[in-house]
């Protein structure tokens, strides 16, 4: 029978893990193809079926990318135990699918910050780069395989996102050379304006839940003085949000109380003025604080400039929480 090999992004899946699953699982199938005409006895000595999944149910803007490009939704797998993995955008067991631990990890690609421990020598491909789409894109290019018309605008929607439009820290030179070869396999000519038309679908909120919001683009974090939850939202106006911090704020603090959270932090992060509002539910706002480098005012605070959770939040957290 064939080995089915799943690759799954993180919990919360954003446009970059669930876009990074089926491109890296395409991409796979292409290079090692499956004997289309073998024989029983072939079946039975095995062979690789690489299949994207998602650790979760879709966000907005990532049911827009799939819908626009032809684009099923990936299985969710609720659990991965027992089967084999491959981990795409994320590469720490705290925002992995259920039952990691007791999965077999055949490959790691990712482009965040290395917190990876594992018995058996793996492929391991992290790269400082804007987006988990962007190495796979990559990959066809070196490799010389085709990408279609559908697929490459799929994947240039998440480098998109995940740059902000190439205004993130976290954007690279390669970023902006790939998004440029992308746009132009998929026919988008203005891929900035293409950007914008994400984000505006991204930062509507109005018919989304409070829970909902903070859980849109949430990560955990486990430091050694407790679990951290981060989520992020973009948006074109903060004034999108005006009416529902109160709410957002009862929710984190709920959210921290039922689920054992050290601190949970949200931050909106406005891709205009490119800069963020955080609302902070903590056990220590006066370490919060230190971390971020300002005084909070009621739970919240704005800081301009600050628009990457990967490059400007979490290691300021990680800093002082796990020290």
């Not at 030179?173 to 505006?200: P, V």
């Amino acid at each position: 029978m064939l080995n089915k090999i799943y690759i799954i992004g993180h919990k919360s899946p954003d446009l970059d893990s669930v876009a990074a699953a089926i491109s890296y699982a395409n991409f796979k199938n292409r290079r090692s193809p499956l004997p289309r005409d073998c024989g029983e006895a072939e079946m039975q000595s095995g062979g690789e079926e690489y299949l994207p999944a998602s650790a979760g149910a879709m966000n907005k803007e990532t049911v827009f990318a799939l819908e626009k490009f032809g684009f099923e939704a990936p299985e969710i797998l609720k659990n991965a135990d027992g089967k084999k993995v491959i981990l795409v955008d994320h590469n720490e067991f705290a925002q992995a699918a259920d039952g990691v631990e007791n999965a077999e990890i055949i490959e790691v690609l990712d482009h965040h910050k290395v917190d990876f421990k594992y018995s058996e020598p793996i492929v391991f491909d992290v790269r400082p780069w804007g987006a988990s789409c962007s190495i796979i894109a990559e990959k066809y290019f070196k490799n010389n395989l085709e990408l279609n018309k559908n697929l490459a605008g799929l994947m240039l929607a998440a480098i998109l996102v995940d740059t902000v439009i190439t205004k993130s820290p976290t954007c690279t030179e390669n970023d902006k050379i790939i998004i440029e070869k992308l746009a132009g396999i998929a026919d988008i000519k203005h891929w900035q304006e293409f950007g914008m038309e994400i984000f505006k679908i991204r930062s509507s909120a109005s018919e989304l839940s409070d829970a909902e919001i903070i859980k849109s683009d949430f990560k955990d974090f486990n430091f050694k003085q407790g679990k951290f939850g981060i989520g992020q939202v973009e948006t074109v106006d903060l004034n999108n949000f005006a009416d529902r911090k109160n709410g957002l704020m009862d929710e984190l603090n709920k959210l921290k109380n039922s689920e054992n959270y050290h601190s949970v932090i949200l931050f909106i992060t406005d891709i205009i003025k490119e800069g963020s509002e955080f609302l902070v539910a903590t056990n220590d706002q006066e370490k919060v604080e230190q971390a971020l480098g300002v005084k909070l005012d009621n739970n919240k605070v704005y800081i301009k400039g600050v628009i990457s959770r990967k490059k400007q939040v979490a290691p300021k957290f990680a800093g002082v929480f796990d020290e």
